[in-house]
């Protein structure tokens, strides 16, 4: 029968699992196991195998088509089935069995519906199953074709009950993630698994080449409805899926074969473990590492584990057990997902690497079958993407997009948890020991004995302090009690004396040896005695501690009958113990480290000391090393379990000191340390660190040693050790509590003080679990360890993760903070731990992982309504730090996830999701929260393309979520007040998931732009209060540009473009208004009328609106406001175009120009207040130059408007200007005034002023009170320029009119008979010339009116008076009324440069036969006339003279009828000529149109000038006899062009008449009028000739 040690391994669809071995011929194994299926054409195969030493023999095959299994709900008795010798091929796979064994096994296979589904649903279902139970084979075919579209799959579950399979689930989450993807409409509520949220994540494409290049190619099309290939990865294959119309909006994409290696073993490469559960719930499948298939299905975001079982198809389901084993087998009928299985609870150890090979190899090949075996379902469908309601995920960090157009129905609240897991299940799979009978009952006993006669109260010693008064020897190192007084120590029960340095080495028998002091008798009595003693000690401890035992028998659930019957035994055992018991002891003494050096060379000599009652033995000593290996064994028989095994180590000396010292002492050797260790605590074999202890607190001690112990004791060869027995007893007791009295509540103990952290439980179960330990020697770090381990399957119990937190970060500072005495580093010691160093990562990691899954939806699992869940919220934090710690300090790994880190990827995810609950339930919510109507059909509660309605409901609850996580969340999660507040996340998060949407949103409405501009524009103010509120000062976005504005930009231009419209139409009507009441001042103090009032406040108000949008986006506000700064223009020029229209016809009004004036004016001003509104110097270049420009353009309006107003009184000031006029003629006298006349000048210019500062006073005191002081100033600049030009011309400068001057002078002259008239003129004509007394009154009438306009300061500057050109042209006409002739004629040479042809077109060359170029710049000369000119100056007395050679005349241009004689006339024109010879003319050439002449003449100039105060002028006449000469043409030849050249030729065009300016026509006038100076007379001819009219033009 010992030969057989067999397993049992199940195969279905390339997922194997394996039971415990057995030995035995008649092995009972009593699995269960489940598994997914999706192909019912193929078979379970069951083999048994034999352990063997170096390889397993297979016993025997049993196959069975999953078409034969039945459905059931219940266990059945099952089938015996003979097991074959070989199995039946065909294509590849097994198909059969054959050649029969003598073995045979007993299996009970069924399908079952899974777990906890709702009522009805579990009718459909059973109802289906039994018509599938009685379908034949055609009915699959026939269904599979019809069925073409992807399907949602269900998701079975999958459960196992396996003894012995406490494989744990590794993850140390370096890179695991989290999900929150959606819950299926279906839930259950029992399902206590957390582990089952870890999802895999593909991370290592590279190890998946085989598959990739199976599946990548019929992926690539497969077409994914919703999340428009979100999760395609750049691998092109890391993550597919499908989605499926149900009642899912969203499926995120994930694919068959990640690797599951970033979700689970993250660095630590191979040791990938499984993930169990009791029902877990996956589907998908991967592969990983090991070989192992698995499915996982999506955990959804809330926290409930739901099931999902919705098909339209029909789900055909089986089942299957060996020995009891359930497989579930579901098949949808689309979707044939090849590895579609959950494997669960393998407890062999991982297969090699090469079992991956051939798992990739298995899988590629299922894979290519289904493809072929595909062909007439949709081919663009790959079959092994599995439709489902989550067929994916994505990680902690990844934006679900929100672009889908169906909201998904969530079934949790936000704030409700509906169901709540408790903790990780299975804190490390099942929990063994609750179902090991065998080791329960023996756990029974021992703690019964432990408790019974408690190692407590009955062992110890109690010693003290105590005074020999005779010589006297230790009882244990037999030395002498040393000293006067107080030299050692004694035991009050016993009277056992020691040292003090001995009384830990002391066998704790202190009953014995009490019983023993008490019999005075012989040993039989003496062991009699001992054994009463201890009698009565265990009759009085049943008495007085009845609830202990009773509780222990609860909960190992004895009936009271075993339970009397085991007592006695119990009691029988423990007085045995002290005489039967015996064990034989190996110990090797391995090595040491980090001892004291004792010796001067710095080092030491170490040897050890092992004693084992009275025995003892040592190790050869090492001479100096620190750290010595010894590798020594030596065996000992112990005969008393309260015996003790004392190690020391030793520094061993040689010299006299040491034995001298070894005579007083008994020890010559320095001591280095000792570990004293209870015989009862030993059990199986031990590889243990020990720390070295002092003896005394003077004892000088470090470092530690290990040892290898092996005990066999008596009778009890083969059972758990201790520690295992004591992890059954604490696991017992705690689901006993727990569940089975406190309905899976945790019952927190109180306990105050230090120690409180080692209070399990109430006083009576924590003394069950103390007295256990101390009696089989259970560190409490054990114990601790333990309890953490229960609880973390409880760990969202109210108050639980609070206790696991101070429990784990006493066990952290247990193992980290190592004491000075050891140099043993944390991980060591953690490694050296008794709980087992994989364990308890594992577990950790576990939890780890699970914490981060809870904190993903903290608002689900710790409602910010409840006050304890938030604590408990803090704690768990708290909690996930301490693994943080732990991992720094005990593991000592490298950098492990970051708590702050970890938990902030948390409050992220939960926070993604919590925005997609919002965005996809909105309307509802909104509703709810604020009591608004709710009805609105379906499809318009999300955004919409027709309204806005959507976006400030989100808004407000995204306000809400964002003052929970303010208010409620951060202050509890206050543990990282540097990297972590939950309200900014909240709000970030919160922010960047509403920001995509509603950039979506505006990009969606720009295209259509069905709603009002005002509508947009509100949204935008909300959404600006939301990022101003919250956003804005976040450290992610402090200081940057935020992107809203640009979002809105459009429809901001939009409501611009609308807003000046509106601008206009208002404009018009304000104007309209402002006309009907005749433009009245708006108050007495405003000088202006309301339109203009009215449309700024129209601008401005626009204008507000820009600015509440408090825009943070330079660009975008530099965009508005050149928009607005457009429309500003538009309105103010429209405002002064329709002003300046009609300003003509209310110039006669008295009152009204100076009121619109003065509005166009209050439009300046307003438009500067405007510009500083919009930003001053810091508005943008473009508007800013737009705005000035407009400022002035209205400037010019003004310009132009008070120019028209001041010329409107132009004809009453030429009134008054001529009165003026007549009165100063009649002042009489000289120029040159006698002192004592001066005061008639003054009288004489007053009466001179009088009419004119009749009109002005008037006006001027009106236009004061009436206009606006600019406008006032340009009315009085414009009235100033009118009445100086007026008086300048009809007073200084009266006009040269056809009857003044010179041409009267002349057609007199002709007409000899007008003498008289002649006369007459010149009569008249004296008296406008002005006398010099005239000039002086008109001077200080001048200063008179300009006093008056000065206005002594409220009128014009005297600075802008003084220089005005009004004024100086007025001065400068009256200063040349002063000058002589000479000097007026000098002026007109000087400044008249350009009297002919623009002064273009003279040439020169050196003489006369050299013809040069055709003049430049000369249009349409008359001719031209050739002369020579020689300039000398005499250099004695400095006079000049000229020659003037007439050469000739060219090209004249002349009509005549009559005979054509052209002659030419020179004339010398300057200064001191009246008594030289100044003009000579050629003879006559007749009917030649380009005469010769070749005549000199010469001109002497004197010397009083220079030639540059001179200029000839050339005139070609046509003579005619008996009447005047008629003109050709003109030149002027001026002199100072030709004294450097000293003598030239000249060629100079002929022009039709003199021009002259300003200047020249004002000394013409003048001259004008001294008609009795010859000199003068012959100027004003000479200038104001022109060519006559041609004959037959």
């Keep these: 029968p010992d030969k057989f040690n067999t397993y049992v391994t199940l195969k279905v669809q390339n997922v194997k699992s394996t039971t415990v071995a057995v030995r035995g011929d008649e092995p009972c194994w009593e699995q269960d196991f489940m598994f997914e299926i999706s192909r019912l054409d193929l078979g379970l195969i069951v083999e048994v195998w034999n352990k063997g030493l170096i390889w397993d023999t297979l016993v025997g095959t049993v196959w069975i088509a999953l078409k034969a299994i ?82 949602p799959s269900a998701a079975s579950q999958c459960s196992f009950e396996d003894a012995d399979s406490a494989v744990d689930d590794r993850d140390s989450d370096y890179r695991s993630e989290t999900s929150n993807s959606i819950p299926p409409p279906y839930h259950t509520t029992a399902q206590p698994n957390a582990s089952v949220h870890q999802f895999t994540v593909p991370s290592r494409l590279q190890q998946q080449g085989v598959l990739r290049e199976s599946c990548a190619d019929s992926l690539q099309n497969y077409d994914l409805d919703y999340r428009e290939h979100v999760a395609i990865s750049p691998a092109g294959s890391s993550r597919y899926g499908s989605s499926c119309n149900v009642s899912q909006g969203s499926s995120h994409l994930s694919e068959l074969d990640h690797s599951h290696e970033s ?430 202890e002092k003896r005394t607190d003077k004892s000088a001690v470090s470092g530690a040693i290990r040892l290898q112990i092996s005990v066999e004791i008596k009778g009890e060869e083969k059972v758990a050790p201790y520690h295992i027995q004591y992890t059954c007893l604490h696991e017992n007791l705690f689901h006993h509590l727990t569940d089975v009295q406190g309905n899976g509540v945790v019952k927190i103990p109180d306990a105050k003080g230090d120690d409180a952290w080692k209070v399990y439980f109430d006083e009576t179960a924590q003394e069950i679990v103390d007295e256990f330990a101390m009696r089989y020697g259970i560190e409490s770090i054990y114990q601790a360890m333990t309890h953490f381990a229960c609880l973390s399957s409880k760990y969202m119990c109210p108050g639980v993760p609070a206790v696991m937190s101070t429990l784990l970060a006493n066990i952290n500072a247990y193992y980290a903070h190592t004491t000075a005495s050891t140099n043993v580093s944390a991980s060591d010691r953690f490694a050296a731990s008794n709980f087992g160093k994989e364990r308890f990562v594992k577990l950790l990691d576990q939890l780890h992982n699970s914490l981060r899954i809870d904190l993903s939806m903290y608002r689900n699992n710790f409602p910010a309504s409840s006050r304890e869940r938030l604590q408990d919220l803090k704690s768990t934090v708290d909690l996930l730090t301490s693994i943080t710690f732990f991992r720094m300090k005990v593991q000592e790994l490298q950098s492990p996830p970051r708590a702050s880190q970890v938990v902030k990827d948390c409050v992220k995810a939960c926070l993604n999701s919590t925005y997609e609950y919002i965005f996809n339930n909105c309307h509802e919510l909104y509703s709810r929260e604020y009591q608004t109507d709710p009805d609105l059909p379906p499809e318009e509660q999300g955004p919409s393309i027709r309204n806005l309605d959507f976006w400030p409901k989100l808004i407000t609850l995204i306000v809400s979520i964002i003052e929970e996580d303010k208010n409620s969340y951060t202050p509890v999660l206050n543990q990282f007040p540097q990297e972590l507040a939950v309200g900014k996340i909240s709000a970030e998060v919160m922010w960047s998931l509403f920001a995509q949407d509603m950039k979506y949103a505006t990009e969606e409405h720009e295209k259509h732009r069905l709603c009002k501009s005002a509508d947009y524009m509100n949204l935008h103010f909300k959404v600006k209060w939301l990022y101003n509120e919250y956003v804005r000062d976040l450290p992610a976005f402090k200081g940057k540009v935020p992107e809203y504005p640009a979002w809105f930009e459009q429809f901001v231009m939009q409501w ?79 405002y002064a175009d329709i002003l300046s229209k009609s300003f003509q016809s209310y110039c006669s009004k008295e009152k009204l120009p100076c009121i619109l004036m003065n509005n166009i004016q209050q439009l300046r001003v307003q438009l500067e207040k405007m510009f500083e509104a919009m930003g001053g110097k810091e508005l943008d270049a473009e508007a800013s130059d737009h705005l000035k420009e407009l400022q002035v353009k209205l400037n010019n309006v003004l310009d132009e408007l008070s120019a028209v107003f001041g010329n409107s009184f132009q004809t009453r000031i030429d009134e008054c200007v001529k009165q003026m006029s007549d009165i100063l003629c009649q002042v009489k006298g000289t120029g040159n005034v006698a002192a004592n006349a001066r005061n008639t000048v003054a009288q004489d210019a007053d009466n001179v002023l009088r009419p004119l500062m009749d009109f002005l006073d008037g006006n001027l005191t009106l236009f004061a009170t009436v206009c606006e002081k600019t406008v006032l100033k340009r009315v009085l600049k414009e009235l100033w320029r009118v009445v100086m030009n007026t008086m300048e011309k009809l007073i200084v400068l009266p006009p040269l009119t056809d009857h003044t001057g010179t041409q009267l002078i002349f057609s007199a002259a002709k007409e000899l008979g007008h003498l008289s008239k002649l006369k007459d003129h010149m009569v008249r004509e004296e008296t406008r010339s002005l006398t010099p007394k005239q000039c002086a009154v008109l001077d200080l009438a001048l200063d008179t009116i300009k006093q008056y306009f000065h206005a002594g300061g409220n009128g014009l500057k005297k600075t802008f008076l003084e220089k005005s050109p009004d004024l100086q042209s007025l001065r400068y006409a009256l200063s040349l009324y002063t000058q002589t002739t000479d000097t007026l004629i000098k002026t007109f040479v000087q400044t008249q440069t350009a009297q002919v042809h623009d002064g273009k077109g003279i040439r020169f060359t050196a003489n006369e036969d050299v013809l040069p170029d055709k003049g430049s710049g000369v249009d349409d000369p008359v001719g031209e006339v050739s002369i020579q000119i020689d300039l000398y100056t005499h250099p004695g007395t400095g006079e000049h003279k000229v020659t003037v050679k007439v050469v000739a005349a060219n090209d004249l241009k002349w009509q005549t009828s009559g005979m054509f004689r052209p002659f030419v006339e020179i004339t010398m024109i300057g200064p001191h000529q009246s008594d030289k010879k100044r003009k000579f003319t050629t003879k006559s050439k007749s009917n030649n149109w380009a005469p010769k002449y070749n005549e000199t003449f010469h001109f002497i100039l004197g010397n009083e000038d220079g030639p540059d105060a001179y200029e000839l002028q050339v005139c070609v006449k046509d003579y005619c006899f008996a009447r005047e000469d008629r003109v050709l043409g003109i030149a002027v030849m001026q002199l100072r062009d030709i004294v450097d050249k000293g003598s030239c030729a000249c060629w100079c065009p002929l022009g039709r008449r003199i021009h002259m300016d300003e200047t020249g026509l004002t000394v013409l006038r003048i001259l004008s009028q001294r008609t009795n100076d010859e000199v003068a007379r012959e100027f004003v001819k000479l200038k104001s000739e022109s060519r006559s009219t041609e004959e037959g033009t």
């Design 263 to 692: 979700a689970h073993g993250s660095e630590q490469d191979d040791d990938h473990q499984e993930r169990e559960s009791n029902h877990s719930y996956r589907s998908l499948g991967s592969y990983q590492k090991d070989g192992q298939a698995r499915l996982r299905e999506q955990e959804e975001p809330h926290g409930k584990e739901e099931e999902e079982k919705v098909c339209e198809t029909e789900e055909k389901c089986a089942d299957h057990s060996a020995a009891k084993l359930s497989l579930e087998l579901e098949k949808p009928k689309d979707v044939d997902a090849g590895a579609q299985v959950s494997y669960h609870g393998d407890n062999e150890p991982p297969p090699f690497p090469p079992a991956r090979a051939h798992w990739i190899r298995a899988i590629s090949k299922v894979r290519l079958q289904l493809q072929e075996g595909q062909d007439e379902a949709d081919p663009s469908k790959p079959p092994w993407l599995k439709g489902g309601p989550a067929g994916g995920l994505y990680g902690i960090d990844s934006m679900p997009d929100l672009r889908k157009k169906k909201p998904i129905p969530l079934v949790s609240d936000l704030s409700l948890v509906q169901s709540r897991k408790a903790g990780i299940t299975s804190a490390m799979a099942t929990r063994t020991s609750l179902k090991d009978e065998e080791l329960k009952s023996h756990v029974y006993k021992k703690t019964l004995q432990a408790l019974i006669y408690p190692i407590s109260c009955t062992t110890p010693h109690n010693f003290e302090v105590w005074t020999a008064t005779t010589p006297t020897y230790c009882y244990e190192c037999e030395g002498l009690l040393w000293g006067i007084a107080r030299q050692g120590m004694r035991c009050g029960e016993c009277g056992v004396k020691c040292h003090e340095k001995c009384q830990d080495l002391l066998n704790a028998d202190c009953l014995q040896r009490a019983a023993e002091k008490s019999s005075k008798h012989g040993a039989e009595d003496r062991t009699q005695n001992f054994i009463m003693a201890m009698k009565d000690r265990m009759k009085i401890r049943e008495r007085n501690k009845p609830e202990i035992f009773d509780l222990i028998r609860d909960v190992f659930s004895e009936s009271k009958l075993t339970h009397a019957q085991q007592m006695k035994t119990v009691k029988q055992s423990v007085l045995d113990g002290t005489s039967k018991w015996s064990a034989k002891i190996t110990i090797t003494v391995v090595c040491a480290q980090g001892l004291q050096a004792k010796d001067k060379t710095g080092s030491s000599d170490p040897y050890v000391t092992v004693q084992v009652g009275k025995t003892k033995k040592r190790t050869k000593t090492i001479f100096g090393n620190l750290n010595p290996v010894w590798e020594e064994k030596f065996y000992f028989e112990c005969h008393n379990s309260s015996d003790r095994i004392k190690v020391r180590v030793w520094d061993e000396d040689d010299d006299i000191k040491s034995r001298v010292k070894q005579r007083l002492k008994r020890e010559s050797d320095d001591f280095l340390g000792q570990t004293i260790i209870e015989v009862r605590t030993l059990s199986g074999e031990m590889d243990v660190w020990y720390n070295l």
């Design 70 to 151: 039945h459905q059931s709900d219940e266990e059945g008795p099952g089938e015996w089935s003979t097991l074959e010798a070989e199995v039946v091929m065909k294509h590849d796979e097994i198909c059969g069995t054959k050649n029969p064994t003598p073995h045979k096994i007993l299996l009970d296979t069924r399908f079952e519906l899974p777990f906890d589904i709702p009522e009805e649903e579990a009718r459909y279902w059973t109802r289906k199953l039994e018509q599938i139970n009685s379908l034949g084979d055609d009915e699959y075919a026939f269904q599979e074709e019809v069925q073409k579209k992807p399907l």
């Design 1056 to 1134: 611009l473009d609308e807003n000046e419209d509106v601008s206009l139409e208002f404009l018009h009507g304000a104007l309209e208004r402002d006309k009907k009441d005749g433009f009245q001042q708006t108050s007495e103090h405003a000088l202006f009328s309301c339109s203009v009032v009215d449309v700024f406040t129209q601008l401005n108000q626009s204008f507000e609106i820009i600015k509440k949008l408090e825009c943070p986006d330079p660009v975008v506000v530099a965009h508005y406001n050149r928009r607005f700064a457009k429309t500003i223009g538009k309105v103010l020029m429209q």
